[in-house]
């Protein structure tokens, strides 16, 4: 699980006028999660030892007998499992084989998918082009970018805080440097400034509007569409139920585009 040295927490808050008890509200309000970065974004500190686990765009290698997903949505993302960090995350993703999320990120999606192709299994790589009545189409391909994984922390958005951060804000704290020692927590568990966009898997989400990780659902990946394409501004969300997603029951899962 990602964590942050307790006396540079403190010293933080300090530097914030933030209290002690309040750290500790902030911190039951953090889930981890993994962080799919390129290699510039990467902390310094973990050059040495990172190494790839994901990518953006190409296309799809599938077993055989398995198609394109129906609604020929373009490949957005391939996550190598056995390459993510253990241990990180409080979901259960598979340890190997590929995950691979279909989506559209420039218009809302009409149909989406999450598809997992164990290890080991002969796979092909599959065209953009296809037949359909009698006309050949073409998928879109974005453009392939190879992704990094750094463990970092997110904090739910619409928490209430609790009693301590409560008596802080109604007395002389400043909301302002509440807000500021968050998003210095949130990079201190990436190990340096955190990218404004990129893929996440795991944790709370950070969404655009209403969060979608609410009541028994929780963020199996988010996914910011300039992450995929620069020119696109969107922001895709995929939950699902904890049972779901440790059973690899990704037809269940739950998609949502905001702009």
């Not at 933080?12 to 993994?34: D, F, K, M, Q, S």
């Not at 799809?60 to 996550?79: C, H, I, K, N």
């Not at 995950?99 to 790589?125: C, D, M, N, W």
């Not at 992450?227 to 949502?256: F, S």
Request: one cysteine or more; a negative charge; glycine letters at 10%.
């Amino acid at each position: 699980m990602t964590s942050i040295d307790e006396a540079l927490l403190l010293e933080t808050a300090a530097e914030h006028g933030v209290p002690g008890p309040v750290v500790r509200e902030l911190l039951a309000r953090c889930r981890p999660c993994l962080y799919l970065v390129q290699d510039k974004e990467v902390p310094e500190s973990l050059r040495e030892h990172v190494r790839p686990a994901a990518r953006t765009g190409g296309l799809p290698a599938l077993p055989d007998g398995v198609d394109w997903p129906e609604g020929r949505e373009p490949l957005v993302l391939s996550v190598d499992c056995a390459a993510l960090p253990h241990d990180v995350l409080d979901i259960e993703l598979p340890t190997d084989g590929h995950l691979l999320v279909f989506t559209e990120i420039s218009y809302p999606p009409e149909s989406s998918a999450v598809v997992h192709v164990p290890a080991g299994v002969r796979t092909t790589e599959r065209p953009a082009t296809y037949e359909f009545s009698g006309e050949t189409w073409e998928t879109k391909v974005y453009e392939p970018r190879t992704l990094y994984p750094v463990p970092g922390l997110s904090i739910e958005q619409d928490g209430e805080g609790g009693p301590h951060t409560g008596a802080f804000l109604d007395g002389d704290g400043d909301e302002d440097a509440l807000d500021a020692f968050e998003e210095a927590v949130l990079d201190l568990a990436f190990g340096g400034r955190r990218p404004g966009a990129c893929v996440q898997l795991g944790g709370f989400s950070d969404p655009w509007d209403m969060a979608p990780d609410e009541g028994d659902l929780v963020l199996f990946a988010q996914l910011a569409g300039q992450a995929v394409d620069y020119t696109v501004c969107t922001m895709n969300l995929i939950v699902g139920t904890r049972e779901d997603i440790a059973a690899g029951r990704y037809a269940e899962l739950q998609y949502d585009q905001q702009t």
